[in-house]
């Protein structure tokens, strides 16, 4: 065998050993492809529901806030409730009590006196005629206002309710809104071409 035979046979070797291992690389290669894809599956974006902070808050008021995040607006939704409520029953107690008052001095029943445990009712003096008809006149309105207070701070508790589910349903429909931290106003002076001459100015730019 000659020298220029001998080198082909080793160049043809050298060629068949390069081909099998890139042969064997890209099975590697696929093979680690495929593992990865298996392993790591893609995952679902998670959508932020605003029917369901909807449904939440009118269930319950401030568990639509706490499944929109904004944990701390729950304290201030029952504050408000509470505040309401409060004084639709201080209004209530004093329009019951002028009710029953009211009752109490027109019938004329010595063992029915509600009436004595009104303020100020020691300035009026019930044997005189005139003084008995203005209280059953004062006793009228009284009532009648404590009951109109009442009457619209159970519908302004309704109101808040329904602001309570209002403010939810927004919050979840912003909630995946993009808002940049970026805010900031640059100046720089400039020059422009007007009617062919130039004009000196200010550029300004917002990013937000």
Request: charged share 30%; proline share 0%; with cysteine.
């Given at each position: 065998m000659n020298f220029k035979s001998a080198l082909q046979k080793f160049f043809i070797?050298?060629?068949l050993l390069l081909a099998e291992q890139t042969v064997i690389g890209q099975g590697l290669v696929e093979a680690d492809t495929v593992a990865t894809v298996t392993q790591k599956p893609i995952e679902e974006e998670k959508v932020h529901s605003p029917k369901r902070a909807t449904l939440y808050s009118a269930i319950l008021p401030g568990l639509g806030q706490a499944y929109n995040k904004k944990y701390w607006k729950i304290p201030f939704v029952y504050i408000g409730f509470g505040t309401i409520g409060y004084f639709i029953d201080w209004n209530n107690d004093y329009y019951q009590l002028t009710k029953r008052a009211y009752i109490h001095l027109r019938d004329d029943d010595p063992e029915t006196t509600d009436y004595l445990k009104l303020r100020g009712i020691e300035y009026y003096d019930l044997e005189n005629a005139t003084d008995?008809?203005?209280?059953?006149?004062?006793?009228?309105?009284?009532?009648?206002?404590y009951r109109r207070n009442r009457d619209f701070l159970i519908i302004s508790m309704v109101a808040f309710y329904g602001l309570n589910i209002i403010d939810a349903s927004v919050d979840a429909h912003l909630f995946n809104f993009d808002v940049s931290d970026d805010l900031s106003l640059n100046w720089q002076p400039s020059m422009l071409h007007f009617q062919n001459d130039l004009v000196y100015c200010i550029n300004l730019t917002f990013n937000f």
């Open positions: 070797f050298c060629l008995k008809a203005n209280l059953e006149t004062a006793l009228s309105k009284r009532q009648e206002y």
